[in-house]
């Protein structure tokens, strides 16, 4: 028997490079925990916002024109998508996740923030909010995720703050964290019950700062806006403020986020073009979903000054075409990273900064403006979705977006 020698290192040559690849693939799944795709094809290319396709906004955004254009801001994802076709509580389909927003990143567990909250229609939950307005501080993280998976949420975010370290100068790890919800029933098995406090502990962990992913990811996996696929948006804008005409500037930066999951389609609105009204599609009877929106600043403000800039973004939310329906749980927190150290008990007294209310106008634009285009980013930065029982919702259409704002404007 005559054996070709070139054959059998070709072979063995095979057999190594098989070998190895499975070690890299085995080696990869043990760091990464996978999580399940998307059951229908999703082509996703570059990231296109809404200033990609020409759409005129207000004001001068940060460099990430995100939430983490704020100093100190880090935002992180669980997104949880996994099965097909009929409804079966308990298996799926899941089209959920988390969002976990840090004021100060690691930091925010022992140096919280001047926060002020502000409900616009209360149709929904946000923990830990009675303690924000009677304090004036908000403690730790936020998280944002579904309706029925608050309160696994809150308990997470107690267990992580325990694991993070000792416990406060009273001997407690107490803590009343803010979690906040919108619905995803519409896509997800959301009496499933998926979101676990794993997921809440990678969405704290991997908190990071910088440019951010938009629409069907975290908090926003399953969300519907304006009756097209919703989410996640952000925005921010740079403020100058001047004590004279004749002053320099004073340079700060407020930035929003948003889970998107509030309006009808006839109700978009698009820098002032009624864009809802030309795309005509139903996705459900009657509104059913809500807003939860996040405002971070670096101007030092007081909590119930905070309070009047989450009021803002009422007004930013109009531009888009809402009338917050009865159903919508519209609830909206505002912190500023400034003044650092003043919860401290180890001194009586603390000095702290503050802006004017006569020259907040600034910065109410900002919240204004940020927050219509961070709606918009939600819409656009986005992909179509099928979920529970086939139900499928559309993504706004960049190409019939661009017609209409050229034929309209």
Known sequence: MIVDGSKVKSKSFARLLLLLVLVIALDSRAREPQKSPPPTPVTIGKTVRARDLGIPFEGTPGKFNAITDVP??????????SGDGKLEVGKGPVRTGVTAILPRGRASLNDPVYGGFFSLNGNGEMTGTAWVEESGFLEGPIIITNTHSV????????????????????GYWWSLPLVAETWDGWLNDINGFHVKPDDVWHALDTA?????????????????????KGGNGTASRKIDIRASKNASPQNFIVGVFLQANFGRRPQLTIAGVP????IPGEVYKEESGSCIAVVATDAPLLPNQLKRLARRVSLGLARTGTISGNGSGDLFIAFSTANPNVVNPDQVTHNVQTIPNDLMDPLFAGVVQATEEAVVNALIDNHSMTGRDIHRVDALPHDRLREIMKRVR
């Open 72 to 81: 100190g801001v880090e935002v992180g994802y669980a997104t949880l998508i």
């Open 151 to 170: 309160g696994v949420a809150r308990d997470a975010v107690i267990a992580w703050r325990i694991r993070q370290g000792p416990a406060d100068k009273t």
């Open 208 to 228: 990071d700062s910088g440019a951010l992913k938009e629409g069907s990811v975290g908090g926003g996996t399953g969300m519907i806006c304006y009756e097209f």
């Open 275 to 278: 864009v809802g009204k030309e």
